[in-house]
Every structure is written in C-alpha cells, then in structure tokens.
C-alpha cells in the first residue's frame, strides 16, 4: 500500500485528520448569492470585484491558490504586486453575468496540476503579467460585443506577447495533519529584469459577528519572521517565514467608509495591506502587529529568465529551525503523489494522456470548497446587526429555510460556479471514486442529507435557484460509485452507504412523480433540466405561453431513474430480500413510463415519431391540438440512456420478484413489447430492460452517428447539423421562435446565454451515451453492429463504437498530426509556446465543429469525466490500436 492510501485509511477510520487542511477557498467568493443583501437579488452588482478589497465577507472566503481548515476559520492565500496595477493581485478578476457577451467569465490565466486527494501535496500555476493587468479593456471590450462574437480574453489583449509576465507555481506540503509547508516559485519569462511583491497573507473568516465565536481569534508577531495565530477553538497556529520578509498587521473588517461612505467601526480595515504596498499608506495597518489578517511581504528583483522562491510553514508549535527540512518535505510528498498516481495509471502507457488525465485529477481535487449557507439566517439576518430587506423573505429560494449547508463539496467551477449543482456533482463523484472512494460517497450523500433535501424530497439545485430542476442522475452515481467501491473492496460491497443513499431517493423519485407528472399520466414536465436553451423556449415557463409541454427527456431520464432504483434494490438484495418488493415497485414504474411515451393519456400521440424515427417533445397548447416540435437534439437521444441488462444471478433467488415479473408479462404483454428483450436471455445470461427495441436504438443510432447530424470530430453534438440549414420554426400565440444550429457560445439570451446546448459537444451527455452503449453491448454480447460512421459502410460492435467515441471525446485534449489541441483553436501561444502548450483546461463544453473550448473554463467537474474515459479506454484497449482491422461490412 502506497503512503497515500495509508493516508486515506488513517483519515477514513478517523486515526488521523490528513483533510483537515485542504484547497477549501473559493476562487471567487464575491457577486455570489450568499453575498447579496440587496432588496432585488442583483447578485451581480451587490458585491463587485473593486467591492471585494474592502468588504468583509459573511459566508465564505476567496484566495489565489488559497487552502483553509476544513470549518475555514483560518485561512491562507497568496496575493502579489507588479508595482504597476492600482491594487495588489489577491484575487482573480472576471466578468459578471451581466458584463460578459457570454455571462460570466474569469479573465486570468491559472492551471491545477497535481493533487493527492489529502491534499498531502498540492501544485497550481498563476500567470501574472509584468504590465499593469487589464482591468478596463476586458470589462469594455467584451460589452463593446454581442452574442455572436468571441468572448475577449486576456490573450487577447497582448499584454502577454512578448513574454512580459510572472510564472508562479504554488506548491503545498503536508508533514503531518498540522505541519504544512506553502512555496511559491516565480520564474521571470520576460528578457528583461522584473520587480514582483510577493505577499503570503494569513486571516480568520469573520464569524465574530454572529455570535458563534464567544471570543475573537487573533494574529499576532512572534519575532521578526513569525506569526502565531491564536483561536480559542484550534489553538495556536505558527507561521515561520523564510528570509526578511515586512510582516504587517490589520483586521479582516469592512472599510464601511469607502464603500458605503458611513463612519468605519473599526480602525483596521481589510484593505489596509493593499493600501500600504501600492501606496504606502499605513493608516489602517495595526501599529501594534497584531489583528486578523497579515501578511508577510517580500519585495523581489528577479532577472531576465531567472526564478526567486518564498516558503513559509505552518505548525502547531514553535521550533528552532522550523524552515531546515522544508526543501525535503516538499521532495517527500511529491514522490508520494507521484507514487500515487503510478498506481492509478498503471495501465496508461501513453505519457500524453497521463498527463492529461492527472492534471484532470488535479482540477477535481483543487475545487473541493468550503460551502456555508443557512438560508434561514440569509432571509432573516445576524442577531443584533443590519437587517435584509423584507422583500427577500418571500425572493430567492424562500421557500427553502430548512437548507443549512456547511461542508466540503466538489464544485463544478471555483470561479464561475462557486456553489454545487446538483447533477454536475453526481458526475464529479464517478472519477473522484477512482482516487477516493470516500469522499465520493459522502458527497453523494451529502444532497441527500434532511438539511439539503426539501421536506418534499426535492434536491437543492444550485445556488441561484435551488428549486430549478436537474436531471435525475443521482441514483445512477450512486449505483456507480457503489460498483466501483465494491470492486476496489475484493467484491465486498458499502451497505450503508447503498441504503442510506437509496432510502433518500425514494423520496426524490416520489417528489418527481408527484410534482412534474402533473396529470398522473408517466409522462414529465421538469422544465429546462440544466440544458438552457436547449428548446425554442424556455422550457420552465412554458405556462407563460399557455401551453404544456410533454418532454421526451424529462420522461426519458425518469425510465433511467426507475432502472437505476430496480438495480440498486437488486444490489440490496444481497444483504435485505426486502428490496425484492422496491425492485418490482420501480420495474413496474418503467414499464408505465415506457407505455406513456408510445401513448400520451390514450390519446394515440406518441413521444417517438414514426415519419422521423426519433423522439421529439409535444407541446399542448391551451385550447389547441398537440404538436410536435421536430427539434432533432440531444432530447431524442436520451432515451437511450434508459437501458439495463441484468444477469439472471441477480434475481434467481429472488422468488417474489420474479414471481411479480412473470405474473406483469403475461397480464401486461403490451407493455413488455415495447421494452427490449427481457424475455430472451442475452449474452451471459443477461437479460436487457431498455426503452428501445432494436429497430428503434438502430434508428436513433443512426442519426446519431452521422457526421452530418450529431456525430462530430470530438463527440456527439447536442444538436443536429440538421438545422444549419434547416432552423426549427414555431409560431404560437402570435410569436415566432426557432432553432438553429450554432456550434460555438450561445446566440440566445436564455437562462443570460452563458451556455449553449444548441450544437457543442458536452460530457456528461457523451458520457452517459459511451456507457448506454456499453450496456447495451454487454447484452447483445459483441453480435450486434451498426453502422460507423452512418453511410461509412463501414460496421462496428456498440462497445467499439463506444470506445470509438471515448477516443473523439480525448482527442479534444490531445495534440493532433500538426501538434495541436483542438480546445485551444486557432490560440497560437496556447498550441506552440513551450510555457503554455502542456498546461490543459477542462472547459464547460466544447465547439461542436473545431472543438475549441468554450463557457467555464475550469469546469474540471463533469468534464474531469475525460480521466474516466482514458481510465476505461486504457483498461480495456490500448488508444493508438488500429481498429480497421474490426471493421465488418
């Protein structure tokens, strides 16, 4: 056993806290909702970038390359200075939703590299230009263009032309829980000599104010390279730094003046070492070196190609030469993650992917974050301080005073997504279960807790509206990470874990049925489902329109939700036969879903539509007939994600399920007509329950598998290249909407058209299409082909066709024929300088003609799913095998 994992044992049977410490900052804690006390829950423009210097925040905290306890009450950043911007760099700039062409949007260059999943060692890179930083010209230029332009990045402006910029690694070292060492080595990659004020800064989140702190924590100078930080909590805490650095002193407090021009309450304000570095101004440092927040300031020269490093230490205790064996700390635990991850890719022999999957690895563990938010205090205010405005109680997630979140949770972006999303965090756990089971099960676990769930059984969304709709994708992750703990345990499976997790979502699944099949007829509403504009109108509002709407993919994902419960009541089967009745509870669900699709209400309109072969949503306007809304996307694909072959095994010694199975069939012989074989045993033994027969997988396959439809060189569209030529057209009410196909950002104003399901490629979706096929092909045994590509005449078995379509979904990242990575387009620093060609981005989606990386730029969340697919693909075959000599004609 590598150190690591005996780290994660140590930590998982609660011998040793290796995760106390962690990346837990936010990269972003300001314009969040938790942030806004504003009357009209305008998020955006409540608490701003220039705001964030000088305000105090209530619920969380923001650092470039920051690490904090796992309650984050003392917390550690790095902040720096090129003496030319009018403010010290301490956090990343962006643009709001509202600022950027594309909603928000982060304006700085950094890359996760390397992280074990205790955090033992840590490795991230910042790029700080030399030049005054940009500010005015992103935020004017990106208003300056619409919706059909790029977004103006900070390449852009080129102010990293001639190599004018700081590379600054930061790197972290546990020697123990509480014995932890932080560097930053900066490399000058100009010609000429640069200056660089480098500042290690160390400060308490602000709880006193709440009431929860009975007594405030301090920061205070020990001696001329040390701090001690003192709270009654946790002790004390020493910081020693290397060579001369200025420590300088104030408090983590508002600078209510500047911002809201009233009298400042206290003396020593949060913006005080700003101040002081770019201007020299002490007014607000604390003369008596003492306060909560400090930092330790360096003041660098570094020459021409040449690098400088500062390190510090954290420990509990004082020693004499505290900084001695830092140099060898840092050695130890990079041969530990090295040793780590030797293991885990064991079987990636290409040196590119592994790089590539371990810096996918890194961004997963770099964006676990601290996340406190109790909306009743939100709603109603701190005892004894300003009160919100009344009309927020009946606002923004009002309805939701029960949700008391304060834990660590995978986020899908720390920047521009600092809250979790309910069905981005159930695709992050399936990668994040290859490193660490554990926290894979606890972050599952952690939506289902009663202080997150609605008493209704709803699962929070996402901050801005936790009563949006995700897709039902938790019980999937579940059944997953389940799957993959049980192999990584010799066959022995997590009971607890499956039953609590199952429990709660039969509570979920009643609220879907009883809240979005509003006529009691299997058929789902869910409005936009997370896919924006995937539809010709906002799907969540459709009664604005008078209409009801009928959606394929609601449905769809419902038949997966019951299968995936069907399997999770065999799998408790193993320990309980009491599940045998849940297993026939949710067979029986998917089989009357899978009758309402093919005839809604009796009515004879079927979700599939014969003349297209596909499946499209029906909308019923008030007072008219149905129609159907031919959009050929992603909708009509998602049926196949209702898919399940189960061996014979699993149930032969299940009496009573098997009874109610057989006695179904024969009383329902309709139903089990629309559903794939489960009368025919399949290979192995298997026995398949989909909601596609053969003709119907074969006709929705086809599409999409052309190149002229959904099939592209990097993965399935969301959209088919159908309507670049051919747009959608609905006129109804008196209003025209329409869909075309647009590869790239989003053209619409929908949801603020910071994401585009209208033609990119997205990897969740391709990951749930790789894995349904599969499925599929564990039951059709490898004698079973389509076509591939569609009129290639080329045939191949689903599961080469899912590998196939793992490898398009790679080549995103990988360097082609000319050496270039398709998500960095035409961008040529990013395809050839040697400083920037190996450092990937795992962005939210992807261009669905070129590939070019498009919305979120570190969304390592669902797209870290690309570790998974190199993981399996490298498992299963090697990625450079020739494959022609599979082809069948």
Partial sequence: ???????????????????????????????????????????????????ARSKAYRWGEEGIGGISDYKQKLCIAWAF????????????????????????????????????????????????????????QLLDENLRRGKKDLEYEILDTGIFDNDEYFDIFIEYAKNSEDDLVGRATIYNRSTEDAELTVMPTVWFRKTWFTGDEPFMPNLSLLNTRS?????????????????????????????????????NQKKYLKDAINDFVVSGDKKHLNPKNTGTKAAAIYKLKIAAGQKAEVTFRMQHFEEENPLEIVDQIIQDKKQDADDFY????????????????????????????????????????????????????????????????????????????????????????????????????????????????????????????FNDVNPPVHAYAVQRVYQIDKKANDGVGDQEFLERAFHKLMLNFTWWVNQKDEKGNNIFEGGFLGLDNISVFDRSHADKLFAKLEQADATSWMAMFSLNMLRISLDLCEFNLVYQHTATKFLEHFLYIAGAMNNISGENISLWNEEDQFFYDVLHPSGQQPMVMKVKSIVGIIPLFAVEPIREDLFENLPE???????????????????????????????????LRGHRMKSVLKKMLDENEFLSPHGIRSLSKFHEK????????????SVKYAPGESETTMFGGNSNW??????????????????????????????????????????????????????????????????????????????????????????GDNGRGLGASHQTGWTGLVAEMIHKITKETHLSENVTTLFRS
């Fill in 227 to 263: 701090i001690k930080a003192f709270s009654p909590k946790s002790g004390n805490y020493i910081f020693s730094f290397d060579q001369n650095p200025t420590i300088v002193f104030c408090d983590n407090e508002t600078n209510r003046e500047k911002l809201y021009h009233i009298g």
């Fill in 657 to 691: 399920f098997k009874k109610r199975l057989d006695f179904f069939f024969k009383e329902k012989p309709k139903l089990a007509t629309l559903v794939s074989n489960w009368i025919h045993p399949g290979h192995d033994r298997r026995r398949l329950f989909s909601l």
């Fill in 726 to 737: 051919k747009p959608y057209y609905l006129q109804l009410n008196g209003s025209q909407f």
């Fill in 1 to 51: 056993m590598n150190i690591e994992k005996k780290r994660l044992l140590e930590d998982k049977k609660r011998e040793r806290h290796w995760k106390k410490w962690g990346p837990y900052l936010a990269d972003r804690q300001w314009g969040t909702v938790r942030e806004d006390y504003s009357p009209d829950g305008a998020a955006w423009e409540n608490v701003t970038h220039e705001d």
């Fill in 758 to 847: 209208r033609g990119p490629i997205w990897f969740p979706i391709n990951y749930l299409i790789i894995e349904s096929l599969k499925k599929f092909d564990f039951y059709y045994g490898g004698n079973f082909s389509i076509e591939y590509p569609t009129g290639s005449g080329k045939y191949l078995t689903l599961d080469l066709i899912a590998k196939e379509l793992s490898k398009r979904n790679i080549s995103l990242f990988k360097k082609d024929k000319n050496g270039r990575r398709p998500i960095y387009a035409d961008n040529e620093k990013m395809q050839h300088d040697p400083h920037f060609q190996n450092l990937i981005l795992f962005y939210e989606y992807f261009h």
């Fill in 342 to 465: 030797g293991e885990i890719q064991s079987r990636v022999q290409d040196e590119e992917l592994k790089m590539i999957q371990r810096q996918a690895y890194a961004g997963m563990m770099w964006t676990k974050q601290f996340y406190y938010y109790n909306v009743e205090r939100w709603l109603e205010g701190d005892p004894g301080r300003y009160q919100p405005p009344q009309s927020r109680k009946l606002g923004r997630n009002s309805n939701w005073r029960h949700l008391q979140n304060y834990d660590i949770i995978s986020m899908p972006d720390k920047w521009e997504y600092p809250w979790y999303a309910a069905w981005d965090l159930a695709f992050h756990c399936i990668p994040l279960a290859r490193l660490d089971t554990e926290f894979a099960k606890d972050q599952l676990l952690v939506l289902l807790n009663d202080w997150y769930m609605h008493p209704n059984g709803q699962i929070p969304a996402y901050e801005w509206n």
């Fill in 81 to 136: 200075w090129n003496g030319k911007d009018q403010i010290i760099k301490e956090r990343l700039f962006g643009l709001t939703g509202n600022q950027g062409n594309h909603g928000e949007d982060v304006k700085e260059l950094y890359y996760y590299l390397d992280s074990t999943p205790t955090h033992s060692y840590m490795k991230m890179l910042y790029k700080y230009p030399q030049q005054a930083f940009p500010y005015q």
